[in-house]
């Protein structure tokens, strides 16, 4: 069985989560990218890979929530 997909931007994501959102959880989700993107600039694209299928699954079992991923989507925006 086929499924629909919608690309999102993370402000199009953190629009759609509206009260759920989490704040901490996402300013935690940045501060770990950006971590991870200086000291292990090698490591940037698995991560960004990583951060787009936990998003895409939808599945957060034993795993931060949607607003942490979402800031490290934001910080991979951001961090060159």
């Known amino acids: 069985m ?25 300013e935690e989700g940045r501060r770990d990218a950006r971590k991870l993107f200086k000291e292990q600039p090698e ?17 957060y079992k034993h795993r931060p929530g949607p607003s942490y991923w979402i800031g490290c989507l934001c910080e991979a925006d951001f961090y060159w």
């Open 43 to 59: 490591l940037r694209a698995d991560k960004i890979e990583e951060v787009k299928r936990v998003l895409e699954s939808g599945v």
């Open 2 to 26: 086929a499924r629909n997909t919608v690309k999102m931007s993370a402000q199009s994501l953190r629009e759609i989560m509206g009260e759920a959102f989490d704040y901490e959880a996402f």
